[in-house]
């Protein structure tokens, strides 16, 4: 009987590891058009930490004042895309951009969508 008293312990333990992380990630559902759609959930913006990665990875590109250069000018970003679409370019690239989902962090990705969805 104990043996399966743990077993259900462990997958209350499981499930609530499951509902624990999906509610820290962005959500990602299907869409039979477009394939994966984001949805990025409401979060402050730190733009200390998304002026790091930008000065890191983006600058080369789009310029030290966001003005552009080889990529588009971003800053006005904010007015031109969603969140959904400014995480899926810097995730999934588009173009001559490079995805960044291997590069930067879940997190990270996040930090920069906010932001720059900030720029208006």
Known sequence: MSKWI????IGIAGL???LLLATQLPEKTQDANNGAVFTV???????????????????SCHGTELQGQIGPALAHVGTKM???????MIASG?????AFEGR????EI????TWLASLQ
């Open 6 to 9: 743990m077993a259900g312990l």
């Open 16 to 18: 609530l590891a499951i």
């Open 41 to 59: 959930q409401g979060r402050p913006i730190d733009a200390k930490a998304a002026l790091q990665i930008y000065q890191s990875m983006c600058i």
């Open 82 to 88: 969603s969140k959904e679409e400014l995480y899926r």
């Open 94 to 98: 588009r173009r001559g951009m490079p």
């Open 104 to 107: 930067l962090s879940e997190d």
């Open 110 to 113: 996040i930090t920069m969508t």
